[in-house]
T-cell receptor, first 114, second 114 residues
Framework: GAVVSQHPSWVICKSGTSVKIECRSLDFQATTMFWYRQFPKQSLMLMATSNEGSKATYEQGVEKDKFLINHASLTLSTLTVTSAHPEDSSFYIC??????????FGPGTRLTVT | GESVGLHLPTLSVQEGDNSIINCAYSNSASDYFIWYKQESGKGPQFIIDIRSNMDKRQGQRVTVLLNKTVKHLSLQIAATQPGDSAVYFCAENYSGGSNYKLTFGKGTLLTVNP
């Protein structure tokens, strides 16, 4: 149980375009989903926390107009990177939670912006 | 100056040896701690957790030790195997906060030599 999927697993896009990444909890309902970014050889940095049906809470320094997060249902959250630039190239990981101290991580999405 | 985050601490061990991975956490109010294993190109995988009312917890081949006095956490892996090669992260959480946020440590790259 507690499986989280992400789609796509990798994506290459041109600079200036937008990319949408999906995060799904497959066998449980996630009241809270988290989005992380991870650069090579670095740790996971939390970008934002989203609760189903409400606006996401962004961490300091994360541009909410650039990284649009939607959590429309208890099993799906999406992250849209708008007007992507090469510096947005990273590994994006989501996690889903239905209770405190429980976070189940997705497999990650590798974004490359050319 | 050079970013510490670009150089993961590394630990290299021989197959069959025991491994000890250390982590210093930042928030003295944190009351829940987790160790994750991350293989290349994948999301974090839960290994073991411990609450602040304990100082030791054992799992299968793994033991977590918590020293709240010095805000230190360690992960011991017994009889390390090549499949244990990965980056290991500790994460902390303060359950009295308004959400379920985790803060990740820098990570340690474990390499197991056959």
């Amino acid at each position: 149980g507690a499986v989280v999927s992400q789609h796509p697993s990798w994506v290459i896009c041109k600079s200036g375009t937008s990319v949408k990444i999906e995060c799904r909890s497959l066998d449980f309902q996630a009241t809270t989903m988290f989005w992380y970014r991870q650069f090579p050889k670095q740790s996971l940095m939390l970008m934002a926390t989203s609760n189903e049906g409400s606006k996401a809470t962004y961490e300091q320094g994360v541009e909410k107009d650039k990284f649009l997060i939607n959590h429309a249902s208890l099993t799906l959250s999406t992250l849209t990177v708008t007007s992507a630039h090469p510096e947005d190239s990273s590994f994006y990981i989501c996690s889903a939670s239905s209770a405190p101290n429980e976070q189940y991580f997705g497999p990650g999405t590798r974004l490359t912006v050319t | 100056g050079e970013s510490v985050g670009l150089h993961l601490p590394t630990l290299s061990v021989q197959e069959g040896d025991n491994s000890i991975i250390n982590c210093a956490y930042s928030n003295s109010a944190s009351d829940y701690f987790i160790w994750y294993k991350q293989e290349s190109g994948k999301g974090p995988q839960f290994i073991i957790d411990i609450r602040s009312n304990m100082d030791k917890r054992q799992g299968q081949r793994v033991t977590v030790l918590l020293n709240k006095t010095v805000k230190h956490l360690s992960l011991q892996i017994a009889a390390t195997q090549p499949g244990d090669s990965a980056v290991y992260f500790c994460a902390e959480n303060y359950s009295g906060g308004s959400n379920y946020k985790l803060t990740f440590g820098k990570g340690t790259l474990l390499t197991v030599n056959p």
